[in-house]
Nanobody
Framework: QVQLVESGGRLVQAGGSLTLSCAAS????????MGWFRQPPGKEREFVAV????????YYADSVKGRFTISRDNAKNTMYLQMNSLKPEDTAVYYC??????????????????WGQGTQVTVSS
C-alpha cells in the first residue's frame, strides 16, 4: 500500500521561501508520476506541479512557473517542492499525490490514486 507523508508547511512572509517534502513508501515508484496539488481556503483542489519519477521531467501550473521547483531523490523515495517568492495567494493546504504511470502529464486530481494528508502553508502579507 503506497503511503505519502508531507512535511514542511508553516507560516512564512510574502517574498520568502519554503521547501515541502513528501516521503513515499510501500511501492516501487520507477514508473510513477508524483504531483503536488493545493487547496486554498474555500476553493477546489488545484494542480501545482508534477514530476515523472524515472526521468525527472516535470510540468508546472502557470501560476507557479518560475517560482516553484519540483524534484525527487530516488534514493530517499522523497519528493520536494521548493517554493520561492511566495505570495499570499499561495496560501493553501498542499498535498502530494502519486499515480501509476509516467506517460502524459496529468493535472486533474482524479487521475491520482494516492494522496498524503496535506500540510498547511500560510503566506502573510
Amino acid at each position: 500500500q503506497v503511503q505519502l507523508v508531507e512535511s514542511g508547511g508553516r507560516l512564512v512572509q510574502a517574498g520568502g521561501s519554503l521547501t515541502l517534502s513528501c516521503a513515499a513508501s510501500g511501492g516501487t515508484f520507477s514508473y510513477y508520476s508524483m504531483g503536488w496539488f493545493r487547496q486554498p481556503p474555500g476553493k477546489e483542489r488545484e494542480f501545482v506541479a508534477v514530476i515523472k519519477w524515472n526521468s525527472g521531467t516535470s510540468y508546472y501550473a502557470d501560476s507557479v512557473k518560475g517560482r516553484f521547483t519540483i524534484s525527487r531523490d530516488n534514493a530517499k523515495n522523497t519528493m520536494y517542492l521548493q517554493m520561492n517568492s511566495l505570495k499570499p495567494e499561495d496560501t493553501a493546504v498542499y498535498y502530494c499525490s502519486a499515480r501509476d504511470g509516467d506517460g502524459t502529464f496529468y493535472t486533474g486530481p482524479a487521475y491520482y490514486n494516492y494522496w498524503g494528508q496535506g500540510t498547511q502553508v500560510t503566506v502573510s502579507s
